[in-house]
């Protein structure tokens, strides 16, 4: 069984952290790609995104990466997905996750035990359902995680969703974002 299950794992795509890449490390992984998008592409995006600046806001001053989350929704977008930002004071239970194609976490960076509390220094990676169990694909993990199923999954996303400074990102077909089917209807009281 574990030998199973280690096949399945090599069958998923998952980038590694390099440098303050995270971003495109996060975009690949949710696509399942290596050539979904590169540095290149994405310091493109963010010089179109303010090209006038001497200092670029979506990037890293460096040209390490660090990108912010108007350059992963441009990026996105170009693809004909829409980011959602996730109200975490709002339940969980109010997410469609079967019309959900994916997730991106956005939290403290974190360097072995340490975090670093500086806006300068946030993470992001992935989170997606393949071959119907959901993963981790955070790109500092030797090696994709398994959440499990969709109850599994709520119960993950409560946990991360406590720690101070996290946000989640649902990434959803613009069909779905313009009609608001990631969301689950309230009921009316009768």
């Given at each position: 069984m574990?030998?199973?299950?280690?096949?399945k794992?090599?069958?998923i795509?998952h980038?590694k952290?390099?440098?303050?890449?995270?971003?495109?490390?996060?975009?690949?992984?949710?696509?399942?790609?290596?050539?979904?998008?590169?540095?290149?592409?994405?310091?493109?995006?963010?010089?179109?995104?303010s090209?006038?600046?001497?200092?670029n806001?979506h990037?890293?001053?460096?040209?390490?990466g660090?990108?912010?989350?108007?350059?992963?929704?441009a990026?996105?977008s170009?693809?004909?997905y829409?980011?959602?930002?996730?109200?975490?004071?709002k339940?969980?239970?109010?997410?469609?996750?079967?019309?959900?194609?994916g997730?991106?976490?956005?939290?403290?960076?974190?360097?072995?035990?340490?975090?670093?509390?500086f806006k300068?220094?946030?993470?992001?990676?992935?989170?997606?359902?393949?071959?119907?169990?959901?993963?981790?694909?955070?790109?500092?993990?030797?090696?994709?995680?398994?959440?499990?199923?969709e109850l599994?999954l709520?119960?993950?996303?409560k946990?991360k969703?406590?720690?101070?400074?996290?946000?989640?990102?649902?990434?959803?077909?613009?069909?779905?974002?313009?009609?608001?089917?990631?969301?689950?209807?309230k009921?009316?009281?009768t």
């Open positions: 574990a030998e199973a299950d280690s096949k794992d090599q069958a795509y980038e952290q390099r440098l303050q890449m995270c971003a495109v490390h996060a975009i690949n992984n949710l696509f399942q790609g290596s050539n979904v998008l590169k540095r290149e592409d994405m310091n493109s995006i963010c010089k179109e995104l090209p006038n600046t001497l200092v806001p990037m890293s001053v460096f040209g390490v660090n990108y912010d989350v108007n350059a992963i929704m990026v996105m170009r693809r004909g829409e980011v959602v930002w996730f109200d975490k004071r339940s969980l239970d109010g997410i469609n996750f079967g019309n959900i194609y997730m991106f976490i956005n939290t403290v960076a974190k360097w072995d035990t340490f975090k670093i509390p300068l220094f946030r993470h992001w990676f992935a989170i997606r359902q393949i071959g119907g169990i959901y993963h981790n694909l955070d790109s500092k993990l030797k090696r994709p995680e398994k959440i499990g199923s599994d709520r119960s993950y996303l946990s969703l406590s720690e101070q400074k996290t946000e989640l990102l649902l990434v959803v077909e613009m069909s779905i974002a313009e009609e608001r089917s990631w969301e689950i209807p009921s009316s009281p």
